[in-house]
């Protein structure tokens, strides 16, 4: 058996972690874990004994890429070095001295992606202002003051919200790197985030909704963007879940949609049910992706869409609906304002949307609160509609 992208994506997590090899004999394989993660593999002989060495998780390790880490794994075993040696080796002198280039890949592969369901933000940031000044500077060298000049340069392009979010991303990082015990010393000690901002407010009117829902339909925007948007607004969840969402978790027959853990922000799943306005977009959704996994397919990739598309795709046609100025994110604000309008409570909201509620009651609450959130969506999804029909 040769693997293929679509034979990889078949492969079903079971209760004990499975091993599955290529039919080649090279001994590279794919280890499927209960929790559905799919780890590439290589097993060869060595010294008289039999090794295995890991080449990183599908899909963000690719199957060529996979295939190109482990020719180059079978070449050196054929030259007679130990690849996991080698590796090991290379690990150590990470650890020893590591540059800020490779503190911050290991910090994107070993805590953001574990752990966050927006990593690629965690990678943008420190892609964008972090690594292009420092990637190659030893991280025990950076002080307070290289952090304060990035900081201030930052804040001189008129980007005020960006240098809160790199100062929290470093800071987060060099905490990181002392609890695992590559550094000693935080540089970003003592140093408080230079813009004071305010939660955001933005929400749309019921004239607002009405121009950019026709807008997002009549307008020069991508069918499938479109409808992403339009589902956000719909079902009040956020937009890296629906970029992510795969058909598989998906039941259009019953109307939910079960949201694991894995894609959600904060790591807990939640059940979302489906409005008779959400089916409609889901099923035209479905006519567009075809038999892709993914509800909104990348191109040329195996994957999804960026998660930026959509925030470009608005930010393009914006000035044309007619309305101030309005991020996707606040079209899950608009829809909690609203729903709690008509009467949804904020609990109900609160497990709609997914947030956690802080309190103790919460340990021993663990009603599911699928009635109630049927209840709020359906209601919603018949205040959106008659909005939406509205002056037509």
Same mark, same amino acid.
């Given at each position: 058996?040769?693997?293929?992208?679509?034979?990889?994506?078949?492969?079903?997590?079971?209760?004990?972690?499975?091993?599955?090899?290529?039919?080649?004999?090279?001994?590279?394989?794919?280890?499927?874990?209960?929790?559905?993660?799919?780890?590439?593999?290589?097993?060869?002989?060595?010294?008289?004994?039999?090794?295995?060495?890991?080449?990183?998780?599908?899909?963000?390790?690719?199957?060529?890429?996979?295939?190109?880490?482990?020719?180059?794994?079978?070449?050196?075993?054929?030259?007679?070095?130990?690849?996991?040696?080698?590796?090991?080796?290379?690990?150590?002198?990470?650890?020893?001295?590591?540059?800020?280039?490779?503190?911050?890949?290991?910090?994107?592969?070993?805590?953001?992606?574990?752990?966050?369901?927006?990593?690629?933000?965690?990678?943008?940031?420190?892609?964008?202002?972090?690594?292009?000044?420092?990637?190659?500077?030893?991280?025990?060298?950076?002080?307070?003051?290289?952090?304060?000049?990035?900081?201030?340069?930052?804040?001189?392009?008129?980007?005020?919200?960006?240098?809160?979010?790199?100062?929290?991303?470093?800071?987060?990082?060099?905490?990181?790197?002392?609890?695992?015990?590559?550094?000693?010393?935080?540089?970003?000690?003592?140093?408080?985030?230079?813009?004071?901002?305010?939660?955001?407010?933005?929400?749309?009117?019921?004239?607002?909704?009405? !121009?950019?829902?026709? #807008?997002?339909?009549?307008?020069? &925007?991508?069918?499938?963007?479109?409808? %992403?948007? =339009?589902? /956000?607004?719909?079902?009040?969840?956020?937009?890296?879940?629906?970029?992510?969402?795969?058909?598989?978790?998906?039941?259009?027959?019953?109307?939910?949609?079960?949201?694991?853990?894995?894609?959600?922000?904060?790591?807990?799943?939640?059940?979302?049910?489906?409005?008779?306005?959400?089916?409609?977009?889901?099923?035209?959704?479905?006519?567009?992706?075809?038999?892709?996994?993914?509800?909104?397919?990348?191109?040329?990739?195996?994957?999804?869409?960026?998660?930026?598309?959509?925030?470009?795709?608005?930010?393009?046609?914006?000035?044309?609906?007619?309305?101030?100025?309005?991020?996707?994110?606040?079209? !899950?604000?608009?829809? #909690?304002?609203?729903?709690?309008? &008509?009467?949804?409570?904020?609990?109900? %909201?609160? =497990?709609? /949307?997914?947030?956690?509620?802080?309190?103790?009651?919460?340990?021993?609450?663990?009603?599911?609160?699928?009635?109630?959130?049927?209840?709020?969506?359906?209601?919603?999804?018949?205040?959106?509609?008659?909005?939406?029909?509205?002056?037509?």
């Amino acid at each position: 058996m040769a693997f293929t992208d679509r034979k990889i994506r078949s492969f079903q997590p079971g209760e004990k972690r499975v091993e599955i090899w290529e039919g080649t004999g090279n001994g590279f394989g794919v280890i499927v874990s209960p929790s559905g993660t799919k780890t590439w593999v290589f097993r060869y002989r060595y010294d008289g004994k039999y090794k295995k060495m890991t080449f990183g998780q599908y899909p963000e390790i690719t199957l060529a890429k996979a295939r190109e880490l482990h020719q180059e794994a079978r070449r050196k075993v054929a030259l007679g070095i130990d690849p996991c040696l080698e590796r090991q080796t290379v690990r150590q002198e990470i650890i020893t001295a590591p540059t800020i280039g490779q503190l911050a890949e290991r910090f994107i592969e070993e805590h953001s992606k574990p752990k966050k369901a927006s990593w690629k933000e965690d990678q943008r940031i420190l892609n964008y202002d972090v690594l292009p000044r420092w990637q190659h500077r030893k991280a025990r060298d950076i002080k307070r003051a290289d952090v304060r000049a990035m900081l201030h340069e930052i804040q001189q392009r008129g980007k005020p919200i960006i240098v809160n979010r790199t100062l929290a991303m470093i800071r987060k990082m060099f905490n990181w790197a002392i609890e695992i015990e590559l550094l000693d010393d935080n540089p970003c000690f003592s140093i408080r985030a230079p813009v004071k901002e305010r939660p955001r407010e933005r929400y749309l009117t019921e004239d607002e909704i009405r !121009r950019v829902w026709h #807008g997002l339909s009549n307008l020069e &925007i991508s069918k499938e963007v479109s409808l %992403l948007l =339009k589902l /956000m607004l719909v079902t009040a969840q956020r937009k890296g879940e629906l970029v992510h969402a795969e058909w598989k978790d998906m039941d259009l027959n019953s109307g939910w949609w079960s949201l694991p853990g894995t894609k959600t922000k904060n790591r807990y799943s939640n059940r979302i049910p489906l409005s008779r306005l959400a089916l409609d977009l889901l099923a035209e959704v479905k006519q567009l992706s075809g038999d892709d996994p993914w509800l909104f397919p990348g191109r040329g990739n195996d994957g999804p869409i960026d998660d930026e598309t959509p925030n470009h795709a608005l930010m393009d046609i914006i000035e044309n609906l007619g309305v101030a100025h309005f991020t996707p994110h606040d079209l !899950r604000r608009t829809a #909690g304002t609203h729903m709690t309008s &008509i009467g949804v409570p904020r609990l109900v %909201l609160s =497990k709609i /949307m997914n947030h956690i509620v802080r309190t103790t009651t919460r340990i021993y609450d663990l009603h599911t609160y699928d009635n109630e959130k049927k209840a709020a969506l359906d209601a919603w999804g018949e205040k959106l509609a008659s909005i939406v029909r509205d002056q037509q």
